[in-house]
């Protein structure tokens, strides 16, 4: 596992993500990170709209979930479907995320990967 040691990395992304795309749906996978260990704890969608979002105030939110995270990966839905999607797109495109990522935890590395303190983390493959 490598993190940037640059502080909130988040906002900036988010504003870029949003600058270009407008409105649109994210998929959210929390996890806890142990280690060598990725264990995939909540997952849900949001539509963001407006820029106007920050780390501090989504990790608060994020917290609500009651569960122990340290890893929070965003992964914008594609562009094909322009804005935000209905609720059952949103569900479907979860699902098969989530059974992505149950095979392979390199999947985060498809997303936009962060720590409790919005920088950036990337899952390195282990060599033995």
Not at 44 to 66: C, K, P, Q, Y
Not at 73 to 84: D, K, V
Request: proline share 4%.
């Amino acid at each position: 596992m490598s993190t940037s040691d640059r502080p909130n990395r988040f906002d900036a992304w988010l504003s870029g993500e949003y600058r270009s795309r407008g409105d649109f749906t994210m998929l959210v996978v929390l996890v806890v990170i142990d280690g060598t260990k990725i264990t995939l704890l909540r997952s849900t969608f949001m539509n963001v709209i407006g820029d106007e979002t920050h780390w501090v105030e989504l990790r608060e939110l994020l917290a609500g979930s009651g569960a122990p995270w340290n890893g929070a990966a965003f992964f914008p839905l594609s562009p094909f479907f322009a804005g935000p999607v209905s609720n059952d797109i949103a569900r479907q495109e979860l699902r098969a995320l989530e059974e992505r990522l149950r095979e392979d935890r390199r999947v985060l590395n498809e997303g936009h990967f962060f720590d409790r303190k919005g920088r950036r983390l990337k899952v390195d493959e282990l060599v033995h």
